[in-house]
């Protein structure tokens, strides 16, 4: 799962398949913003969940 780019923003998604819990680091021209944390119980994070989490982000700053 690669990052994802929307206005600027650069959205990174790692994750642990041991702890079953993952982050989406947040970027904007290369400065870390902040960290969207998240919980998977499947083998790994569905890509719908990653989009889900950036699209939501997004909608609330306004991006």
Do not use: T, W
């Amino acid at each position: 799962m690669g990052a994802i780019e929307r206005n600027g923003y650069q959205f990174k998604p790692e994750y642990s398949v041991i702890n079953q819990d993952g982050a989406i680091h947040v970027y904007r021209n290369g400065e870390f913003i902040e960290e969207i944390k998240f919980q998977f119980s499947d083998k790994f994070p569905e890509h719908d969940l990653i989009e889900e989490l950036v699209n939501h982000y997004c909608y609330e700053h306004g991006i």
